[in-house]
């Protein structure tokens, strides 16, 4: 039985509710996910999540391995332990890191050789490695090491980053299944389709992931840099191929166009840093659009962030004392900003799941864009 148990369905799009059955507690789906790098979601504590309704977030390997270490979260039993949250943890692999930290790393075959950020020490990760690191943190989901491509690479470098993605999830499935082998660990392995954005290769890719029967599946290598159109295009032309009944999560988005449009193609998953860090730095999602808090039309604005949303728990604080803080850099100001970031993605999935359940996505997704874009983001 798989790890994703399917509620209700859109009938004029793709989009579908559902449930995920996950070692630390179910999920509700659509999800987005906060992430926390370093094994904590800047600027909020794990309280707030909770009472927000989160249930699962997103940790780097790649970060976690380098700081603290295994040997510390080993120590303490695991990240779940080590950072006091009850809910379920996704770990990324570090594949988006061999795109990102590129003058710091080196790929072979054999897997990826990274010079450390922090110190410069060198360190090779292999798929097997990989796997054992996030058994050890204790993920409920863990990624296969995979290859992340830009937009603008060739199509022969886009194959050869594919191949070796799909050698590693190879990799990674065979270690995974003898790490879960009686040894207590209950963790799912999700695959990552690869292919940049070549029909032909996302084609490839789908076919081969899919040989391997992972527990779900991911869309990587979207969100790079393409325009947005070509992301609904790959998006549209690969989503459908994957299995009905699997879990499927598109890695890095977080504005609500692009998390829209995911949910219309049936994905069930995403997560991105941008929510949180534009709360860091006084920019603000609203029904209405952005806004940057640091604009001085809002100095003597005694509204809400949104009058849709309960930005803070049931306590108001104004545009203006929001001003207030960013402008003083006070730390309260990017801890509510943040917060007010994090409920709005919470309700965007949540009213995109009601309106599913009532059969009216397409209608709920264009009434929210066409107010969402009616006025110039006021970013600056």
């Known amino acids: ?16 509710t559902g449930t995920l059955s996950l070692p630390h507690g179910e999920v509700r789906t659509p999800i987005f996910m906060p992430v926390g790098t370093a094994g904590a979601v800047k600027a909020i504590n794990h309280d707030q999540l909770h009472q927000m309704g989160y249930r699962l977030i997103l940790a780097n390997t790649y970060h976690l391995f380098l700081r603290p270490g295994m040997a510390t979260i080993e120590a303490f039993g695991g990240l779940h332990r080590f950072s006091t949250w009850e809910h379920n943890i996704l770990t990324d692999s570090g594949g988006y890191q061999v795109f990102s930290l590129s003058p710091f790393r080196r790929i072979t075959e054999e897997g990826v050789t990274f010079r450390s950020h922090l110190d410069g020490s060198s360190h090779l990760l292999t798929p097997e490695r990989i796997v054992d690191i996030q058994v050890a943190i204790g993920s409920d989901i863990q990624m296969a090491l995979d290859v992340c491509t830009g937009a603008d690479v060739s199509h022969q470098e886009a194959q050869e980053a594919l191949d070796t993605t799909i050698d590693w999830a190879r990799r990674a499935h065979s270690r995974w299944r003898d790490r879960t082998d009686g040894t207590g660990y209950q963790g799912h392995l999700f695959g990552i389709v ?6 032909d290769l996302r084609d490839e890719a789908v076919k081969r992931t899919l040989e391997l029967d992972f527990p779900g599946l991911a869309l990587g290598g979207l969100s790079v840099g393409e325009p947005f159109a070509r992301y609904c295009e790959i998006l ?24 829209l449009a995911a949910i219309e193609q049936g994905i069930d998953m995403f997560d991105c840093v941008f929510p949180t860090r534009a709360g860091r730095t006084a920019t603000l999602f609203t029904t209405r659009g952005r806004i940057n808090l640091r604009n001085a039309r809002f100095a003597h604005d005694d509204d809400p962030p949104d009058p849709v949303l309960d930005s803070f728990g049931g306590r108001q604080y104004s545009l203006g004392y929001l001003r ?4 003083s850099n006070e730390i309260l100001g990017s801890m509510l900003s943040t917060m007010h970031n994090l409920r709005f993605m919470k309700w965007l999935v949540d009213e995109s799941a009601r ?8 209608q709920f997704k264009k009434e929210f864009l066409d107010t969402y874009f009616s006025e110039p983001p006021l970013v600056s």
């Open 1 to 16: 039985m798989g790890i994703l148990k399917i509620k209700t369905r859109d009938s004029r799009s793709n989009a579908r």
């Open 194 to 199: 690869q292919g940049n954005f070549f029909t």
């Open 236 to 259: 549209a032309h690969t989503a459908p191929q994957l299995p009905e009944e699997k879990p499927r999560y598109v890695m890095g988005i977080g504005t609500p166009e692009y998390i």
């Open 324 to 327: 207030h803080l960013a402008k």
């Open 355 to 362: 309106a599913i359940e009532e059969d009216r996505f397409p």
